[in-house]
């Protein structure tokens, strides 16, 4: 079994930056492809950014190319999502998500093509 644990959410004004950590424990992270996602209020989960197991590739949403940039510390367990240029539609809870093995970039960017969740940090972007 994984465990993801987010953190690095906070209040921010609009134009600034955060960085989110995802920490992978229970099973080799360099296995696991990594993705991000977020839910605002009454909206449904969307899909962020992803790097595969490798981190030889990376995918983004149209909404945050060249804000915001995924990497992994294969020594450290750890995931990162550097948000910058913030806005307040970038408000919402984000979740890292972990998917075992090689996987196409048409999977890495649905809620479905991931095996494990965590438990989500709060973003809120004030204008």
């Known amino acids: 079994q994984v465990q993801l644990v987010e953190s690095g959410g906070g209040l921010v004004q609009a134009g600034g930056s955060l960085r989110l950590s995802c920490a992978h424990s229970?099973?080799?992270?360099?296995?696991?492809?990594m993705g991000w996602f977020r839910q605002a209020p009454g909206k449904e989960r969307e899909f962020v950014a992803a790097?595969?197991?490798?981190?030889?590739?990376?995918y983004y949403a149209d909404s945050v190319k060249g804000r915001f940039t995924i990497s992994r510390d294969n020594a450290k367990n750890t995931a990162y999502l550097q948000m910058n240029s913030l806005r307040p539609e970038d408000t919402a809870v984000y979740y890292c998500?972990?998917?075992?093995?090689?996987?196409?970039?048409?999977?890495?960017?649905?809620?479905?093509?991931?095996?494990?969740w965590g438990q989500g940090t709060q973003v809120t972007v004030s204008s």
């Open positions: 998500a972990a998917r075992f093995g090689m996987a196409q970039a048409d999977v890495l960017v649905t809620t479905s093509g991931y095996d494990f």
């Open positions: 229970g099973r080799p992270f360099s296995n696991y492809n």
């Open positions: 790097i595969t197991w490798s981190g030889s590739s990376t």
